[in-house]
């Protein structure tokens, strides 16, 4: 167990909904890193947050946003959802944003798109 | 822009054989490097890193691997693999000095057979 929460563990929903992941880091952890994975794109780097503001972004959608909350919680919101979203979101923490350290990774969201 | 390559998407190994996972990068700069294993239906686990050092990385489970600077790689070891060691592996990349967010080999499929 890393220590890192994610609910809901799985989610169905339909072309055009919006849905929000919810990620709770490890203690102490302040910053929460998003990731997607599918099986054509493989792991994909979304978003990082570092103690409530946003740090780094990646190969996030527009029609994706996040954000991470004074308790250090972090929300993904996926809207207009696509066939294509379907895939694996992971949420990763760490204790500093810095390169070197190792991210420890939740259990994921797996969300379908019907 | 960094990125990591592993050149086989499936590595099968008798069970009590070494095994090697394949790993090369790109980077401009000096990388830090991470395995990450992923077992079914789980988020990725960190295995081990480097950042500086001796070339030769000890990790869990009995992992190691070895960094070559000259031939930019990262490859994974075990000297006696176990049936239990099947999981899929992902190397990773982050550049020293920056906010950079880890980037991800597309994963290689390691099954051990018995």
């Known amino acids: 167990d890393s220590g890192v929460t994610q609910t809901p563990k799985h989610l169905i929903t339909a072309t055009g909904q919006r849905v929000t992941l919810r990620c709770s880091p490890r203690?102490?952890?302040?910053?929460v890193y998003w990731y997607q994975q599918s099986l054509d794109q493989g792991l994909q780097f979304l978003i990082q947050?570092?103690?409530?503001?946003?740090?780094a972004k990646g190969n996030i959608l527009e029609r994706f946003s996040a954000q991470q909350f004074p308790d250090l919680h972090s929300e993904l919101n996926l809207s207009s959802l696509e066939l294509g979203d379907s895939a694996l979101y992971f949420c990763?923490?760490?204790?500093?944003?810095?390169?070197?350290?190792?991210?420890?990774f939740g259990p994921g969201t797996r969300l379908t798109v019907l | 822009a960094q990125s990591v390559a592993q050149p086989e998407d499936q590595v099968n190994v008798a069970e009590g054989n070494p095994l090697t996972v394949k790993c090369t990068y790109s980077?401009?700069?000096?990388?830090?490097l991470f395995w990450y294993v992923q077992y079914p239906n789980r988020g990725l686990q960190f295995l081990l890193k480097?950042?500086?050092?001796?070339?030769l990385v000890k990790g869990s489970y009995g992992f190691e691997a070895e960094f070559n600077k000259s031939q930019t790689s990262f490859h994974l070891k075990k000297p006696s693999a176990l049936v239990s060691d099947s999981a899929l592996y992902f190397c990773?990349?982050?550049?020293?000095?920056?906010?950079?967010?880890?980037?991800f080999g597309k994963g290689t499929r390691l099954s051990v057979i018995a």
């Open positions: 990763a923490s760490s204790p500093h944003p810095s390169g070197y350290n190792e991210q420890f």
């Open positions: 947050y570092y103690n409530g503001e946003e740090r």
């Open positions: 990773a990349v982050s550049l020293e000095g920056g906010n950079t967010p880890l980037v």
């Open positions: 203690s102490g952890d302040l910053s």
């Open positions: 980077v401009s700069g000096n990388p830090y």
């Open positions: 480097y950042i500086t050092g001796d070339n």
